[in-house]
């Protein structure tokens, strides 16, 4: 099976609201994570990564936090706006396996006006 | 820079047709990675490459095969096209040429392929 999973399929926020998607992942030798937002009809676009060694990570709205005791990976949006709306994925790297990155599902972020 | 470029955007083909997806990249990145993804799902690993004349198979590489001639083309290669093919096909790329670790790849358009 998958290592790397959602939560959540669907999340609905209002606009200007935050937004928090979440992610498990079941492996204790990934080192590397990142997420991903893919509008509809696009390749996937990278938003923020984080190293196994940090627990947060902010960009420009964004933040990403990891819990390594959990192995769970959020992704926080502040002030959703109806450009957030697409399907975001978070990815694994696991050490030594050849920078080859494992991607969950996604989450469809569905932004209300 | 483009970032990383497919041709062509869409295809219709015929089972046990057969066809070259291809993939540029000018950012001067020695990895290259070629994912399929179909409908609500995540991407899965067909190929990837390390660097020119290097490729190794990922998660899904039956039916598929890839060639790297060069750092900047990784072309992905459906010899006997199959119904199961039907997907939308992302190539990617990451890192430096010359620089042993990379981290964020980059994403193409795809390329949105049918077989009947």
């Known amino acids: 099976g998958e290592s790397v999973g959602l939560h959540l399929p669907t999340l609905s926020v209002q606009e200007g609201d935050n937004s928090i998607i979440n992610c498990a992942y079941s492996?204790?030798?990934?080192?590397?994570f990142i997420w991903y937002k893919q509008e509809s009809g696009k390749g996937p676009q990278f938003i923020i990564d984080i190293r196994s060694n940090m627990d947060k990570r902010q960009g420009q709205r964004v933040t990403v936090l990891l819990n390594k005791t959990v192995k769970h990976l959020s992704l926080q949006i502040a002030a959703t706006q109806p450009g957030d709306s697409a399907v975001y994925f978070c990815?694994?790297?696991?050490?030594?396996?050849?920078?080859?990155?494992?991607f969950g599902t996604g989450t469809q972020l569905k932004v209300e006006l | 820079n483009a970032g990383v470029t497919q041709t062509p955007k869409f295809r219709i083909l015929k089972i046990g047709q057969s066809m070259t997806l291809q993939c540029t990249q000018d950012?001067?990145?020695?990895?290259m990675y070629w994912y399929r993804q179909d409908p609500g799902m995540g991407l899965k690993l067909i190929y990837y490459s390390v660097g020119a004349g290097i490729t190794d198979k990922g998660e899904v590489p039956n039916g598929y095969n890839v060639s790297r001639s060069t750092t900047e083309d990784f072309p992905l290669r459906l010899e006997l096209a199959a119904p199961s093919q039907t997907s939308v096909y992302f190539c990617?790329?990451?890192?430096?040429?010359?620089?042993?670790?990379?981290?964020?790849?980059?994403f193409g358009p795809g390329t949105r392929l049918t077989v009947l």
């Open positions: 990617a790329s990451g890192g430096l040429a010359g620089v042993g670790s990379t981290d964020t790849q980059y």
């Open positions: 990815a694994e790297r696991i050490t030594g396996g050849g920078n080859k990155l494992t």
């Open positions: 492996n204790s030798a990934s080192d590397y």
């Open positions: 950012m001067n990145h020695n990895y």
